[in-house]
Structures are given as C-alpha cells and as structure tokens.
C-alpha cells in the first residue's frame, strides 16, 4: 500500500515554456503532499508543503509565482513549473503524508530538462 | 529541526553488515529518527524509524543509545543492490505543520562491491 506516482517520468521542454508536474497518492488519501528538488549528487531540499484545499506554503528562497502548487483534491496535488529556465532543469520529487502519520511515501520523481 | 551529520561516503563488500552512524547532538524530546533509502532517479524509500534503544525490521536495525545524540542503521549482509544514498532524519512526527517538514542531510553514499 502507500503508492505515490508521478506524471511525467521525465519531460524536455523549451526555454520560456511551463509545465505540470502531477503527483497522485493512489491507494490513501494525503491531507499534506510535499514538493522536493534535487540537484545532481546533491540532497532532496524541500520547496513547499501542500495542504488539500488551502495555499502552498513555501520555503525560504522558493519563488511561489514560479513554482505554482495546487492540491485540489486529496489524491492529487501538482506543480507548475512556469516560465521555465535551463537553471529549473532539476529531478522534481513529491511526497504525500497519511493524515495523523508521519512517514512520508515518496513518488519516483520527475526529471525536468529546459533546453 | 535538529541538525544531522553522516559520513559522506562508506565502501563495503557483498555479504557484509553496513553501518552508518548519524550524529543529532541537538535531538528534541519529541524527536523521532528515520532514515531513507534512494537509489539513483528515484524517489527516498523509508527504512525505518525508532526512538530509542533498538528497532529492527525485515531489512535493517537501527541503534539508539540512551543519550539518542546519534543513532547507527545496521544493514545485515548486504549485496549490490543495496547500493544506494542513505538519510537520517529527525523530526517530531507530533509537531504539527512545523513536525511535517523532513530536511534531508547530506547522506551516506553507500557501495557495495563484489
């Protein structure tokens, strides 16, 4: 059980562009996702935590109108990438918290390559 | 959060037991320890969690001395493909929102070689 997936597995876009990433609990409903970056050889840096119906809260340093977060519903949450840059091109990762639960189960990531 | 510091990197041989120490001087009361697993491209798995003294799943067992200012993940007889970054976390997985958050260290780059 606790199945997180992602959409898309890797995407290419061009410079300018914007693009959504989905993140899908599939067999629990998540109160809280998580939205995760990771460099290259670097650790996950956490970007923003998503409630089910209320704003993204982001971290220090995260650009909200860059980076938009929406969790309309308790099995799915995503994040738009807008106005994309080859400096976005990251492994994009999301995971989803069981509500009264600690662990987090994690989804395979998205790889996101601007060009 | 408290703040953690694992080994960058440990080499080890199939077959043999792996174990990564994980030093948290500034633990809170309420703190529990988790660590993940992640291979390459894919998303953190968890391992497992304690508090205090041992824990042990199907997988590993995790060391918790009584003053809980570090925590050891012990991974019995390992093969190539536990090759793979290792975090440990800690967190209050009561804490409300503030709880919720996991900050990922630098991990453990573990290789495991024939």
């Known amino acids: 059980g606790a199945v997180v997936s992602q959409h898309p597995s890797r995407v290419i876009c061009k410079s300018g562009t914007s693009v959504k990433i989905e993140c899908r609990s599939l067999d629990f409903q998540a109160t809280t996702m998580f939205w995760y970056r990771q460099f290259p050889k670097q650790s996950l840096m956490l970007m923003a935590t998503?409630?089910?119906?209320?704003?993204?809260?982001?971290e220090q340093g995260v650009e909200k109108d860059k980076f938009l977060i929406n969790h309309a519903s308790l099995t799915l949450s995503t994040l738009t990438v807008t106005s994309a840059h080859p400096e976005d091109s990251s492994f994009y990762i999301c995971?989803?918290?069981?509500?009264?639960?600690?662990?987090?189960?994690f989804g395979p990531g998205t790889r996101l390559t601007v060009t | 959060l408290a703040k953690t510091t694992q080994p960058i990197s440990m080499d080890s041989y199939e077959g043999q037991e792996v174990n990564i120490t994980c030093s948290h001087n500034n633990i809170a009361t309420n703190d529990y320890i988790t660590w993940y697993q992640q291979f390459p491209s894919q998303g953190p798995r968890f391992i497992i969690q304690g508090y205090k003294t041992k824990v042990t799943n199907e997988v590993a067992s995790l060391f918790i001395p009584a003053d809980r200012k570090s925590s050891t993940l012990s991974l019995p007889r390992v093969s190539l493909s536990d090759t793979a970054v290792y975090y440990c976390l800690v967190g209050d997985i009561f804490g409300g929102a503030a709880g919720n958050k996991l900050t990922f260290g630098g991990g453990t780059r573990v290789l495991v070689k024939p």
């Open positions: 995971s989803a918290r069981l509500a009264e639960a600690y662990e987090q189960y």
């Open positions: 998503s409630n089910e119906g209320s704003k993204a809260t982001y």
